[in-house]
């Protein structure tokens, strides 16, 4: 690296508009952390918002679900979902914070996959998130149907690692009449590509499949439009780009078109009308309360929900736009040092386009590379390795640093350059 190279760095980070935020995030001392797209690191504002919880339940005992105004019953509940609406491109009422990512799929396949004699098909891209495909099986398996036949995979083409949009057009224009559910990961877990959510909706409906996707990896990474994009459901996690801490809650949406029918379901008290929940045994049937609330099952957990409030101020206060165009300027000088490094050793897999990445770059390490994550973490630099040879590296617009990426991609060369791999 040059000292060229580090005065742009610099220089980046002086003109950043955001570079305030980094002062509201718990940064581990001394590293450098790139491993966003795994877990993302908590606001300050979370550690004052649990304590007070944490007094809340001490002082209060049960009455904390319904005494004063930051009640537990009420005063979540908006003021998660206006925001994450507003990071989803959705309306308030099409989205939820409940379960777990999984959970949530599990929930939506029940009303959403609900195969016909003609219509009985799942397509699905590769490479898929296991969770998801894992899922994607068990619901085949439950309507008695062979996944090798009711399974439709699209694969990046050989000798590539991305997918490529013709190739999903020719499988919805040959095998559409015949799918249900299109289901896909808005960008991709390993490759970190970005897919055109808003073509693939389009094609899919024109076939007349439903549409879903995983945004576990888009949900504060890239602006979403879900709802002008027809999709009619979605799910993620929020302990990614969202920050809510490890094992944060999950996050569902369903386009309004579908609130208020009369969809197969797996109910649960949470999803009743607020008013009359606790009616209890004098509500012994279940009636859906209002959108997407009411695919909601169980009591949240409020000591889950509180990280993730703290951190969806932040993203309220900057907007998603802004925190995009940092990212594009952050994998841009990112891509740019790695050019600096000769080729031999690596591999790009994230598409070059900033269109077509979001805040992740993987690269393929041809040599070395568990040797290389060691000596990378002894540096006091914390990204990710996905078996067999693949190094994932996410920078956070809200508190990386320029100079950070200078830093990597100085200590990732050293280490691609010395004879010990």
């Known amino acids: 690296m040059n000292h060229a190279l580090e005065k742009k760095a610099l220089d980046l980070d002086a003109k950043d508009p955001l570079k305030h935020l980094r002062e509201r995030f718990a940064l581990p001392e001394g590293k450098i952390y790139f491993c966003n797209h795994s877990l993302g690191l908590p606001p300050f504002g979370a550690f004052t918002a649990m304590q007070e919880q944490l007094n809340r339940w001490a002082d209060l005992g049960v009455e904390g679900w319904f005494q004063g105004d930051n009640n537990w019953y009420t005063a979540l509940d908006a003021a998660l979902r206006k925001p994450l609406s507003h990071l989803l491109g959705a309306n308030c009422e099409e989205v939820i914070v409940m379960n777990s990512l999984t959970v949530n799929l599990h929930l939506l396949l029940v009303s959403f996959y609900q195969p016909t004699q003609a219509r009985y098909k799942i397509l699905i891209e590769s490479p898929t998130f296991p969770s998801d495909l894992y899922a994607v099986k068990s619901h085949l398996h439950t309507h008695k149907l062979d996944p ?30 015949t799918i249900a559910l299109v289901f896909f990961s808005s960008v991709n877990f390993l490759t970190g590509q970005v897919l055109d959510m808003k073509r693939i909706a389009h094609l899919a409906k024109s076939k007349g499949c439903l549409v879903g996707f995983d945004i576990a990896h888009a949900a504060g990474n890239i602006p979403l439009e879900l709802h002008e994009w027809s999709v009619d459901f979605a799910v993620g996690c929020s302990y990614k780009y969202l920050c809510s801490g490890p094992g944060g809650p999950g996050i569902a949406y369903v386009h309004s078109c579908h609130h208020g029918r009369a969809l197969l379901r797996l109910s649960g008290w949470w999803g009743n009308d607020p008013k009359t929940r606790f009616q209890m045994h004098l509500e012994p049937e279940f009636i859906p309360y209002d959108g997407a609330y009411s695919w909601q099952v169980s009591t949240p957990s409020v000591l889950a929900m509180t990280p993730f409030l703290a951190s969806l101020k932040i993203f309220e206060e900057v907007g998603i736009h802004n925190v ?36 992740q770059i993987t690269l393929i390490i041809h040599q070395g590379s568990k040797k290389c994550l060691q000596s990378l973490e002894k540096s006091g630099i914390i990204c990710d390795f996905r078996p067999p040879n693949m190094l994932r590296i996410a920078p956070s617009p809200l508190y990386n640093t320029f100079y950070e990426i200078y830093q990597f991609v100085h200590s990732l060369s050293e280490v691609l350059c010395s004879s010990s791999l």
């Open 148 to 177: 090798d036949n009711a399974l439709i995979i699209v694969e990046p083409r050989e000798g590539e690692s991305l997918l490529r949009l013709e190739d999903i057009e020719a499988i919805l224009d040959r095998e559409g009449e």
């Open 324 to 359: 995009r165009k940092k990212s594009q300027q952050q994998t841009a000088f990112l891509l740019e040092l790695l050019q600096k490094i000769p080729a031999a050793h690596f591999t790009i897999v994230t598409p070059q386009s900033s269109e077509g990445r979001g805040s």
